[in-house]
């Protein structure tokens, strides 16, 4: 399975976006999926992270209240809305997913992730 991430961009401060990834093949296998991001000089982190029901989330404290991700098995698609964005947001993000069965405190491992899309920049800019 290939993910294909896009949706990223040059948007204002308080400006909103919204990240696609689209899996090549069905989802329903990943246990979890999540979203990434690295800016430059800094380690690759995670933004958000769904498990294959939906009903069970991680955020990063810095999006918390700003951040939400979705997750449509059915199209194969997990998305990340960002509202009230602000500069230090500006990083690559990518989407990632896991067939492990993880526990919650492990979703911030990028090593427990298999898949990977490809990355799509987010600067957030006056």
């Known amino acids: 399975v290939q993910l294909q991430a896009s949706g990223g961009g040059l948007v204002q401060p308080g400006g909103s976006l919204r990240l696609s990834c689209a899996a090549s093949?069905?989802?329903?296998?990943?246990?979890?999926m999540a979203w990434f991001r690295q800016a430059p000089g800094k380690e690759r982190e995670l933004v958000a992270a769904i498990r294959r029901g939906g009903g069970s989330t991680r955020y990063t404290d810095s999006v918390k209240g700003r951040f939400t991700i979705s997750r449509d098995n059915a199209k194969n698609t997990v998305a990340l809305q960002m509202n009230s964005l602000k500069p230090e947001d500006t990083a690559v993000y990518y989407c990632?997913?896991?067939?492990?069965?993880?526990?919650?405190?492990?979703?911030?491992?990028?090593?427990?992730?298999?898949?990977w899309g490809q990355g799509t920049q987010v600067t957030v800019s006056s």
């Open positions: 093949g069905s989802i329903r296998s990943f246990d979890a």
């Open positions: 990632a997913a896991t067939s492990r069965t993880l526990i919650y405190s492990t979703y911030d491992d990028p090593g427990q992730y298999d898949y």
